[in-house]
């Protein structure tokens, strides 16, 4: 007789059932600098769940075939690889495409087959600042989104007029800017006219992006 989760019950007079995974990791889990990705899974038995998170480095078209599905262990690169949470310590672009998933099943319920979890796969979003928003209050484009700015620890975002008189400033930048300025005097509210504005972008260490943008509020 097997006591396979040695907690000392006979396999054969301890309750277990088939394991089943309840909660998903989620299918893109973004690449941010300096920061590690968490993967979170749900999974339910009567008796002891026992995980093995795994990599397959070989790109998506071939992760659907499960061909190159390999095991990972706590090391430099992460931690939890036998638990339901896997943390993936500060990983880079080298690794954008690499997909991971939990195999799990009951040491305790021999009957139970191993079932495995949706893969998450890593992605990168390079920054992307947009020529142009429209804050009318449509519940679309109101504010100004830069796509990647998440991959930067730290910023500042400076917006000036034609006239080179500051009319923005934030340090941390959290895409919420909807076209109104900290100056008064724009026909008795903080709502900056349509036109051409002209913005700093200071990103960690890095030099200082400028550009021009177009706000239209019609």
Do not use: H
Request: charged content about 20%; aromatic content about 12%; overall charge negative.
């Amino acid at each position: 007789p097997a006591d396979g989760d040695n907690n000392g019950i006979l396999d054969f007079l301890e309750e277990g059932s088939q394991v089943e995974i309840t909660l998903d990791p989620p299918p893109n889990a973004s690449i941010l600098r300096g920061r590690n990705i968490i993967l979170d899974v749900r999974a339910t038995s009567l008796g002891a769940i026992n995980y093995q998170w795994q990599v397959n480095k070989s790109g998506a078209a071939n992760a659907a075939r499960g061909a190159q599905w390999e095991n990972i262990e706590n090391g430099n690169l992460y931690l939890g690889t036998k638990s339901n949470q896997l943390i993936i310590r500060e990983p880079n672009q080298d690794m954008i495409g690499w997909r991971y998933r939990v195999i799990a099943f009951s040491p305790c319920f021999v009957c139970g087959d191993i079932v495995s979890s949706e893969s998450a796969e890593l992605v990168f979003i390079p920054l992307s600042l947009p020529k142009g928003f429209s804050p009318n209050g449509d519940g679309y484009n109101d504010t100004w989104v830069i796509k990647g700015l998440e991959n930067y620890i730290t910023n500042k975002l400076t917006i000036y007029n034609r006239w080179e008189i500051k009319v923005y400033e934030k340090t941390n930048y959290q895409n919420n800017w909807d076209g109104s300025s900290y100056l008064s005097g724009y026909g008795g509210t903080n709502k900056l006219p349509s036109g051409i504005y002209f913005y700093i972008l200071e990103l960690d260490r890095e030099k200082p992006i400028t550009g021009y943008i177009y706000l239209k509020n019609e």
